[in-house]
């Protein structure tokens, strides 16, 4: 059985060079395919406090930007991290939940599989015995939601107009202070 995932996407377009995309298909293939029955341990920390910033490289627009996101910098984003692990281990050992559990897949299990997946570009830890924290940093990711690189009152107007250049709005996630909880497609169409 071949394995393969989305998770690849979460690694940036030109990271994503042959020999980066034969460790992934490596990594993958690697894993234990009972493992994949039991799913994957996954949080999202709502509304962090660490801040990242964005900088242009050049004036050429097909260059990347340098993007420094300064994941778990402030350490109350790491201990809402490890306690948001610890409600979903949980839930996932509580009676309702059992009927959907694997009895051969501890919590333990789950969450060495998910950091042993290739899900950034990261060093990773064999397991998770090293501590939650090192867990939680060891499988940050993005997912692609990028927000809050072109503020509102600083670089466009409230009506997302570009300052001081005519006839150029903004109409995407960059202008957001705050995500939606969710994929923001659809708030990103309403601004248009």
């Not at 030109?14 to 493992?35: F, N, S, Y």
């Not at 799913?39 to 242009?56: A, Q, R």
Request: proline share 7%.
């Amino acid at each position: 059985m071949k394995l393969q995932t989305g998770q690849l996407a979460t690694v940036p377009p030109k990271q994503r060079t042959p020999e980066a995309i034969a460790r992934a298909v490596a990594a993958m293939e690697a894993l234990d395919v009972g493992a994949f029955r039991g799913g994957f341990i996954l949080e999202k920390i709502m509304g962090p406090v660490s801040t990242g910033h964005l900088e242009l490289r050049s004036r050429d627009p097909g260059e990347n930007p340098r993007v420094t996101f300064n994941y778990f910098q402030e350490a109350e984003d790491l201990r809402r991290c490890v306690e948001g692990i610890r409600l979903i281990e949980r839930i996932i050992e509580s009676k309702p939940f059992a009927r959907f559990r694997y009895d051969y897949l501890p919590v333990g299990a789950l969450l060495n599989m998910t950091s042993s997946f290739p899900i950034n570009l990261r060093p990773h830890h064999d397991n998770i015995s090293v501590s939650l924290e090192q867990y939680c940093r060891d499988t940050v990711l993005t997912i692609w939601h990028y927000h809050g690189g072109c503020h509102v009152g600083r670089v466009v107007d409230p009506h997302y107009r570009v300052l001081g250049v005519d006839a150029l709005r903004v109409i995407d996630g960059s202008t957001f202070n705050y995500s939606p909880g969710t994929n923001p497609q659809a708030t990103v169409m309403m601004l248009g």
